[in-house]
Structures are given as C-alpha cells and as structure tokens.
C-alpha cells in the first residue's frame, strides 16, 4: 500500500512525511534562496505576497523581493526596484 488504512497508521505516515518535507525545505533553505518580483497593479501579487512572506519566514528562507514598477507592497517594504524594468 502507499498509504495506510488504518486511522492510527495514517497519523503516523503523515507526521512522518511532514518532518521529512520541513527537512528539505530546511536543507534547501541553507543553500537556496527565492526572488519575489511584483507589480503593485498585480492582483496575484497581492494575494500571493503574504504566503511568500510566511514560507520564507517559517523555513527561514533568503528571499529578495523586487519591485517592477516603483511601488510596495505592505509585506515588502524595502523592495529592490528592478533596474531594467520599463
């Protein structure tokens, strides 16, 4: 079986697959790093700037975020402004 039928079986093999995935999330998380570009106009931007944020924090994450117009947004204040953008 690849997943358990029993409820008690189930606990355990999802508890044990979590810490394995936060495990490499963690070892990720000391080699790697994310950039978040944004446009302040950009409804995905806003709505998936904050789960961004909370990842990069709870995994202790590097994460550069980058502006592409000039604007914030309110979970990433000092953002870098893109030099290339237009």
Known sequence: LRFPVNMLSQTVYTQ???????????????????????????PYCHLFAPSVKAFANKYGVSLNSIRLDGGVLKEF??????????
């Open 16 to 42: 044990t697959r979590e810490r394995s995935i936060e495990k490499s999330i963690h070892h990720f998380a000391k080699h790697y790093g994310f950039f978040f570009f944004f446009k302040t106009r950009c």
């Open 77 to 86: 204040p000092n953002a870098l402004q893109d030099r290339y953008a237009s």
